[in-house]
C-alpha cells in the first residue's frame, strides 16, 4: 500500500482497513509493529529514515522515486 501510493501520505485508517479490514477495533499498537518490522527489514531507522516517513498524527509515506 506504501509502495504503490509513493509519494503520498496514506493514513493510518486506510492502512488499518487495509490490512484488518473490519474488523480492526484498535490496531493502531499493531500496525506501529508492523511498520517497525517493516523499517527493520528494510534497514530503516525511524530517527533518520530513508524508506518510511511517518507524518505525525496522520499516517506514514514513502518518498517518490521518480522525484
Not at 46 to 51: D, L, N, S
Not at 56 to 62: D, K, L, P, T
Amino acid at each position: 500500500m506504501l509502495s504503490r501510493n509513493a509519494g503520498r501520505v496514506v493514513t493510518r485508517e486506510t492502512l488499518l482497513r487495509q490490512g484488518w479490514g473490519d474488523r480492526h477495533v484498535d490496531g493502531q499498537p499493531a500496525l506501529r509493529t508492523y511498520v517497525k518490522k517493516l523499517r527493520d527489514k528494510l534497514g530503516d531507522d525511524a530517527a533518520r529514515p530513508t524508506y518510511i516517513f511517518t507524518e505525525s498524527r496522520v499516517g506514514y509515506r514513502m518518498p517518490d522515486p521518480s522525484v
